[in-house]
């Protein structure tokens, strides 16, 4: 059940101190829980965790691949492993092992990646990974997540610690937008819908989601009903929530920080075209790279803002 808070707020912890924190936890109580990194642990918060648990939190080093053939090897006995690194090295440098390491041998691997597009900011281009998702996506066996805020990220982590299989979940580091109150739980292969509308229907995952609330809003002032959906499981997509309110609304727009295409637009066009062809946009990064910026400019840059997502609609409206 999932309980929608104020709109406009900012989390009061950032997402990397969140996963830190569970790391502790579960250290703490006893789990066989592994966190392997690629010497981002300062990135992600986990200097104090790795110097108060060497044995459970092990820094590999610059060698992505590395990480996760080691993964898959403690998976094999009984362990736990969770892998930490930026977005653009989850995906693009170690797909051979994410393959034949993770999802071809069905090991018990969570990739958290993090930094997801531009929301790497200051590291620019090589770091700002905006294919990522459409590649894990491509995998048979893959699970995959764009979480939206801290609740939500607590949340889902507490669930992998108990499930079984390869999950690679994207995430910012710092603090999201506030989007669900605490004690929301989620379900994964279930988008939430956080607005109700009935001209069109905007569906958005990670920090776009605040920018459909907005561009709902904006859109309620000129009479037109949006709603919004928070599709964070992008594999395996919530195709029943998607048919519905393309049959209910007609028109579909779809809001990423990644690219228009392989992510959440391709996903949920794979939909409509198989159940209910709807005319749709795709809010999202097209035919770019990434470069140095502040977030605020690079969402005007990249055009990802709620003024975006308004336009989208206006244009099927």
Known sequence: MIKVAEPGGKDSIEMRKVYAGFISEQIESGSNIIALEADLMSSMAMDGVHKKYPQQVINCGIMEANVIGTAAGLSLTGRKPFVHTFTAFASRRCFDQLFMALDYQRNNVKVIASDAGVT???????????????????????????????????????????????????????????????????????????????????????????????????????????AVIDMFTLKPIDRALVKNYAEKTRRIVTCENHSIHNGLGSAVAEVLVETCPVPMRRVGVKERYGQVGTQDFLQQEYGLTANDIVAAARELL
């Open 120 to 226: 790497a900011c200051h590291n620019g281009g090589t770091h700002m990974s905006f294919e990522d998702m459409g590649i894990v996506r491509g995998l048979a066996h893959s699970v995959v997540l764009e979480v939206t805020d801290a609740v939500m990220f607590s949340d889902i982590l507490h669930q992998l610690a108990d499930l079984e299989g390869f999950y690679w979940v994207r995430t910012i580091r710092k603090q999201a937008p506030t989007i669900y109150q605490p004690g929301s739980r989620f379900t994964i292969g279930k988008g939430n819908v956080l607005r109700e509308g009935t001209d069109i229907t905007l569906i958005a995952n990670g920090i776009m989601v605040a920018e459909a609330l907005t561009a709902s809003q904006q859109l309620a002032q000129e009479g037109i009903s949006a």
